[in-house]
């Protein structure tokens, strides 16, 4: 028996999540055909993710890591975002792709978003793997989503509770929470 079965449940399976992830980069690869793309990887939730869809590109691609924060281990956004973590080259005339693990109040990447453009990119696009509009409080245009949720909070696939059940393969709930 895995190590999570008795603590979460499945909500989005890993099959349906591999198969969106192929079809997020598929349409990635076309959007982007004939261009230098840089992939921001937002660190730690997205990690999984951005792997996975760095694999389903078929484009040459760089990979660049960012941190930010605005949760302190609980279950609730503080409202500061703070960046942990910068990217290590200039980001002046790439073609960026954030990579996301989920929107969730909008907070933290209306000010992301705001951060990367003052940094003058040829573009500036977001991919989310999901979207939790119940707990919007900024609107955050996603260019490429992999799933909508409803107001729970999730687990798995890089999404954690106090940094644990990051490797847990499907999108999860945690039961009794």
């Known amino acids: ?11 989005i399976s890993e099959d349906k999540l591999q198969a969106r992830v192929r079809e997020l980069g598929a349409q990635i690869t076309r959007d982007y055909a ?3 793309l840089t992939l921001v990887c937002v660190l730690k ?4 993710f951005a792997m996975d869809l760095a694999r389903a590109v078929d484009l040459p691609l760089t990979l660049e890591f960012l941190g930010v924060s605005s949760y302190q281990g609980g279950t609730e956004t503080t409202g500061e975002v703070r960046i942990t973590t910068d990217v290590s080259k200039p980001m002046a005339g790439k ?11 909008g907070l933290t990447m209306s000010f992301l978003l705001e ?26 245009d996603i260019d490429y989503k992999g799933f909508v949720i409803e107001d729970l909070f999730v687990v798995g696939y890089g999404l954690d509770y106090a940094e644990k059940y990051r490797n847990v393969p499907f999108i999860g709930v945690m039961k009794g929470k």
């Not at 999570?4 to 909500?11: D, F, S």
């Open 1 to 11: 028996m895995a190590f999570y079965e008795q603590e979460v449940g499945v909500h």
């Open 34 to 36: 004939g261009k230098e």
């Open 45 to 48: 939730g997205s990690t999984f």
């Open 95 to 105: 073609h960026l792709l954030i990579i996301e693990d989920i929107i969730d109040t």
């Open 115 to 140: 951060n990367l453009r003052a940094r003058h990119p040829a573009s500036l696009k977001l991919c989310s793997l999901l979207e939790k509009p119940a707990r919007a409080r900024t609107k955050i």
